[in-house]
């Protein structure tokens, strides 16, 4: 069995970083502070690698400032404040995290959404409970103490000072629009967008889930910062007031059920409630209507594009909202909508959906034929691993990537090299899949 130590320098071996740039790195967009981009880092590899190895297995690594990104959560809301790491810092963030997996991987879990709905759907089905508690933490990850979180990494780190060393000048390191020497480090929270803010969250909040977890008599469910109690009814209030005690003991407000009932909730479990961009109605599980509402928009938004295109390419059109309404398999990840929202029981929405897609293409006035939400969605259900409805894209070859690049981005695939296909086809697809996370991404009660 590897020591700590082994297990910190294995994951900081200079093979394993430049695994981590090639498979989680090289096609992702956006660059840092210093606008070195992948293509550039890629030329000075063996160099950059050494230095994070090196430095991060000597305790001596220093994380460069972050980028500040703002993402719009909506109209009337403070925009969500991003931190955008250099590419070498993006390497080592990665390869933190994997060890942080690693070494509180008995303490800490992490489930997709859909496993957690999947279980609230089961135990409501029992029909023990009467009462609902919804409770989302304002401002989670600003909150999180710097102090706190140390005595929480020292149950699996405790003699490792090096270690926590550069874990914590990860989450100090500033986020500026530039950069200034009178910037100051955070001294509290932990920047979102980085690779390791889940886990260094999940590990934050280890005593309060141990905490729900043996509340009796209800069960408990919590995903980032929002938490779902099925309970008694009568007993609802009391189990309420005794959380959001606890979770102030951590410097982590609950936003009031009373106060504020848009973001937390106590009710009666027949009544409809929404968790994690689901929504519960009597016995119909589905989906938030803000989260169709954004669906839709992006499906305008593929039309109206192809509307002002100059090429007006169909096949272009039938390929983008094809992977809208499958989803897809991409770095052996499922990815889209259906996949978030798999375990609703609403089939007359996947109707719905069909219907107004229809209306979009006569609306638009082009010939397609695109693929259907419910046909798509009992692939999903019974087929997943085996469907060819759902494009998987780890399975594509070189000739399937070239056909790809050539009939839809229009490549000229003539003196191509196959590294230079498969780098081009990572890119396209890359870019599709994002906008598919954008689609979910505020699913949070908090979003």
């Known amino acids: 069995m590897k020591t700590i130590r082994q297990q910190f320098d294995s994951h900081f071996s200079k093979e394993n970083l430049s695994r981590i740039f090639q498979e ?3 096609y992702s967009g956006g660059t840092g502070i210093d606008n070195i981009n992948q293509y550039t880092f890629r030329s000075q590899l063996d160099e950059q690698i050494e230095i994070i190895s090196r430095k991060m297995i000597s305790g001596d690594y220093r994380f460069t400032k972050y980028k500040l990104s703002l993402i719009s959560k909506g109209r009337g809301k403070a925009p969500r404040e991003i931190s955008i790491p250099t590419v070498r810092d993006r390497v080592a963030l990665r390869a933190m995290c994997d060890f942080l997996q690693e070494r ?3 303490s800490v879990s992490f489930e997709l959404p859909q496993i957690v709905i999947r279980r609230i759907k089961n135990e409501i089905e029992t029909g023990q409970y009467t009462g609902c508690i919804k409770l989302d933490v304002s401002d989670f990850y600003p909150s999180i103490v710097h102090d706190l979180l140390e005595k929480q990494l020292d149950k699996r780190l405790r003699q490792y000072k090096d270690i926590k060393s550069v874990i914590f000048s990860a989450i100090s390191s500033p986020t500026v629009i530039s950069s200034s020497k009178d910037d100051l480090n955070n001294t509290q929270g932990v920047p979102q967008g980085l690779s390791i803010s889940n886990i260094l969250a999940a590990i934050y909040l280890q005593d309060l889930d141990s905490y729900l977890s043996k509340i009796e008599g209800v069960q408990c469910y919590r995903y980032v910062d929002d938490i779902l109690v099925l309970c008694d009814k009568s007993e609802a209030q009391n189990i309420s007031a005794k ?17 504020m009932p848009h973001k937390s909730m106590i009710g009666d479990l027949c009544e409809s409630f929404d968790y994690l961009g689901y929504e519960f109605k009597n016995n119909l599980v589905s989906v938030k209507q803000g989260s169709i509402d954004k669906l839709k928009a992006s499906l305008v938004g593929i039309f109206t594009s192809y509307k002002y295109s100059d090429k007006k390419n169909q096949d272009f059109l039938a390929w983008r909202i094809n992977i809208r309404i499958t989803g897809c398999i991409f770095e052996n990840k499922s990815k889209g909508w259906l996949f978030f929202f798999s375990e609703i029981t609403d089939e007359a929405l ?17 010939n397609i034929e695109p693929k259907k939400f419910v046909k798509a969605f009992k692939e999903i259900s019974h087929r997943k691993y085996i469907t060819n409805y759902v494009p998987n894209f780890d399975s594509y070859d070189i000739q399937d990537m070239g056909k790809v690049l050539a009939t839809y981005f229009g490549y000229n695939l003539k003196g191509m090299r196959e ?8 890119k396209k697809v890359s870019k599709q899949i994002k906008d598919l996370e954008a689609d979910i991404k505020d699913f949070s009660a908090s979003g």
Do not use: T
Not at 253 to 259: A, D, F, G, L
Not at 419 to 426: H, L, M, R
């Open 243 to 259: 959380i959001i005690e606890k979770f102030e003991a951590s410097n982590l407000k609950i936003h009031c059920p009373v106060k």
């Open 419 to 426: 590294d230079q296909i498969k780098y081009a086809f990572n």
């Open 350 to 366: 996947l109707h719905k959906l069909d219907h107004f897609v229809y209306k979009l293409c006569k609306r638009f006035d082009v």
């Open 24 to 26: 989680n790195i090289v």
């Open 104 to 106: 509180f991987d008995k």
